[in-house]
């Protein structure tokens, strides 16, 4: 059902995918059996995104598929702060929901390293890194929007400084950031969408 995917929208897909599975792991309501399905699932991301937007074949569509159906699960523990940053780019402009989330996923886990450096380390393991910090995931998330295609700044998916404002109002009324790790006042909200603008 998804070989024909075109490029943009399996990227898209693909890292809100990897968004529902590292904001799962990371989410504060204690549930391993969760963490462990997230941690597979970004496994599997890992090795199969880019091979799935640039030369699909059966297994790395079937690979997105089980990643993406694991993050679904996974997130029954909780979200967090990037899609309370997404949600709103959506409601407001439109943008693509996966897209919204690609794009802020690396501002998002940045805000979060301080105080979860254990939980990065996982995640830096399960993803393959040899630098097992959490800037070194940060690093890995701009680079694989590289490699997909994705753009790295709001502004590129048509934000402007003229909507900072009602975005944090939007992002501060989400659902989703009370399951973050850490808490996250409007006054994140906005300094995470200007420094991702």
């Given at each position: 059902?998804?070989?024909d995917?075109?490029?943009?929208v399996?990227a898209?897909?693909?890292?809100?995918?990897?968004?529902?599975?590292?904001?799962?792991?990371?989410?504060?309501?204690?549930?391993?059996?969760?963490d462990?399905?997230?941690?597979?699932?970004?496994?599997?991301?890992?090795k199969?995104?880019?091979?799935?937007?640039?030369?699909?074949?059966?297994?790395?569509?079937a690979?997105?598929l089980l990643?993406?159906?694991m993050?679904?699960i996974?997130?029954?523990?909780?979200?967090g702060v990037?899609?309370?940053?997404?949600?709103?780019?959506?409601?407001?402009?439109d943008?693509?929901h996966?897209l919204?989330?690609?794009?802020?996923?690396?501002?998002g886990?940045?805000?979060?390293?301080?105080?979860?450096?254990?939980k990065?380390?996982r995640?830096?393991?399960?993803?393959g890194?040899s630098n097992?910090?959490?800037e070194?995931v940060v690093?890995y998330?701009f680079?694989?929007n590289t490699?997909?295609e994705?753009?790295?700044?709001?502004r590129?998916i048509?934000v402007?400084?003229?909507?900072?404002?009602?975005l944090?109002?939007?992002a501060?009324?989400?659902?989703?950031?009370?399951?973050?790790?850490?808490?996250?006042?409007?006054a994140d909200f906005?300094?995470?969408?200007?420094?991702?603008l």
């Open positions: 059902l998804t070989m995917l075109p490029p943009f399996t898209a897909t693909g890292m809100d995918a990897l968004t529902h599975n590292m904001e799962a792991f990371l989410a504060k309501n204690y549930h391993p059996i969760c462990g399905i997230a941690l597979e699932g970004m496994r599997l991301i890992a199969s995104l880019e091979t799935a937007v640039k030369k699909p074949d059966l297994p790395s569509r690979e997105m990643a993406s159906m993050g679904a996974a997130f029954q523990k909780g979200l990037v899609h309370s940053l997404a949600h709103p780019l959506s409601s407001l402009l943008t693509h996966g919204a989330n690609a794009v802020n996923i690396p501002y886990m940045e805000f979060n390293i301080a105080g979860f450096e254990d990065f380390e995640i830096a393991a399960t993803l890194l097992h910090s959490g070194a690093n998330l680079d694989l490699r997909v994705i753009p790295h700044k709001l590129d048509g402007k400084p003229e909507h900072l404002d009602t944090a109002d939007l501060f009324a989400d659902f989703a950031h009370p399951n973050n790790p850490k808490p996250v006042s409007r906005r300094q995470l969408y200007e420094t991702a």
